[in-house]
């Protein structure tokens, strides 16, 4: 079963603007982490969150968590052409090995 | 530095036929090794995991198994490809004992006919 669910499952914005996206995830986890995939490609990690943090940031990413509503946001800040793309979470449970992604968001920005 | 490799980028094949699909990782020593599927415009499916040599963990059954022969080689194989086996392929690997993000190939997209 799928773990996490993003939202929304696309989302348009212009250059500059701020995109914002959300995951929600079903059981406890170790820590969450996002990914960007570009169309036709592998996925590349971004950033990852454990569990006793609440945000995180990374040049124009900012990453929150919030464990008790199982849910966590990624914020793309001055958003540029080159963002289009979907954005994916993943998250593991303590002591797994395996990462279960969400459904993905795919973030157009238009220039 | 660690690099990973995934071949081919690209597959057709006829139902019924078998595959082959190699992952290799270069640069560290027993990691973590997965193989993930991608439905066109959906999310990652966990297909095989390993985490050493002859070690494999299935999560979805299905028409495919995987091998670890050595210690940074997977593989995924077929013995008779079905239409719905179509899809993106994705190897990726992570560092033992560690709870860092994966690395992926840059996958397969295999297109049964």
């Known amino acids: 079963s799928q773990q996490g669910e993003e939202d929304p499952q696309a989302l348009s914005i212009q250059e500059g603007e701020n995109a914002t996206m959300n995951c929600s995830y079903k059981t406890s986890i170790n820590n969450l982490q996002w990914y960007r995939q570009n169309s036709g490609r592998g996925l590349v990690h971004l950033i990852l969150?454990?569990?006793?943090?609440r945000e995180k940031h990374s040049g124009r990413l900012r990453v929150t968590l919030d464990t008790s509503k199982k849910s966590s946001s990624l914020l793309i800040t001055a958003s540029r052409a080159a963002d289009t793309a979907s954005y994916f979470c993943?998250?593991?449970?303590?002591?797994?090995?395996?990462?279960?992604f969400g459904t993905g968001t795919r973030l157009k920005v238009l220039a | 530095s660690q690099t990973i490799h995934q071949w081919p980028a690209t597959l057709v094949q006829p139902v019924g036929s078998p595959l082959s699909l190699e992952c290799t990782v270069e640069g560290t020593s027993n990691p973590n090794l997965y193989w993930y599927r991608q439905a066109a415009g959906r999310g990652l499916q966990l297909l095989f995991y390993s985490v050493g040599i002859g070690q494999i963990s299935s999560e979805v059954p299905q028409n495919l198994s995987a091998s670890r022969p050595q210690d940074r080689q997977f593989i995924l194989s077929s013995k008779k490809l079905l239409l719905s086996d179509s899809g993106f392929y994705l190897c990726?690997?992570?560092?033992?004992?560690?709870?860092?993000?994966?690395?992926f190939g840059s996958g397969t997209r295999l297109t049964v006919v």
């Open positions: 993943a998250t593991a449970g303590s002591g797994t090995y395996k990462y279960i």
């Open positions: 990726a690997w992570r560092r033992t004992g560690g709870d860092e993000g994966y690395t």
């Open positions: 969150i454990r569990s006793n943090e």
